[in-house]
């Protein structure tokens, strides 16, 4: 039988307490959490290393106090087994037939949930999916906050190309109208 020296044994111990063990949060947590992709080195105030190996989960506090390098290391954790409850073609075509007879987003909202009581979507997810109509609706160019999933796009696009343009199209757009506003403002 081998005899590990001291040293070797410090290293080992020194080496396992740098291994994390993904933090697993309560299912309650309202929180966003996020999951490191690539490894690297915190620093606590002392000056102590530890290191954060890909697939730990952080809070979306600890994450706030990583540098923005460190910070793009990590990525939004959805969880797979979440009740997430994904949109269907047909509900997402069922949204923009609303949207185009009347773009009021809190009235397509209504409608739907009253057209469809038994459908799995909060109000709230409603609502976002809606206003990502507004986002490649062309007659509101200026609305483009929200990030638009590729089955609306799709959809929107297919069903309605005089009334829709892509994400980069809107934004493009955008962009011309306000630098057209100022243009007018510098010269006018």
């Known amino acids: ?22 933090i ?24 102590n290393s530890k290191k954060i190996n890909v697939g730990t989960l952080l809070s979306q506090k600890q994450y706030k106090k990583l540098t923005p390098s ?10 797979p087994n979440s009740d997430r409850n994904d949109w269907k073609r ?12 009347n773009d009021n987003l809190h009235w397509v909202r209504d409608t739907f949930i009253a057209n469809n009581p038994s459908q799995p979507h909060s109000e709230g997810s409603v609502y ?18 929200w990030k638009v999933t590729a089955l609306t796009e799709e959809l929107a696009l297919e069903m309605y190309p005089n009334r829709f343009g892509s994400v980069d199209e809107m934004k493009a757009y955008a962009l011309q109208l306000k630098a057209e506003a100022i243009i007018s403002e510098l010269v006018g």
């Open 1 to 22: 039988m081998v005899k590990v020296s001291p040293g070797l044994s410090k290293w080992r111990n020194i080496v396992s307490n740098l291994q994390s063990v993904p």
């Open 24 to 47: 697993v949060y309560p299912s309650h947590s309202t929180q966003m959490k996020f999951q490191v992709q690539t490894s690297f080195f915190n620093f606590d105030t002392r000056g």
């Open 70 to 79: 460190k910070q793009a290391k990590c990525t939004p954790f959805v969880n």
């Open 90 to 101: 047909e509900e997402v075509k069922q949204l923009i037939e609303l949207y185009v007879k």
């Open 128 to 145: 976002q999916t809606v206003a990502q109509l507004r986002t490649l609706d062309i007659q509101y160019p200026m609305d483009t906050q």
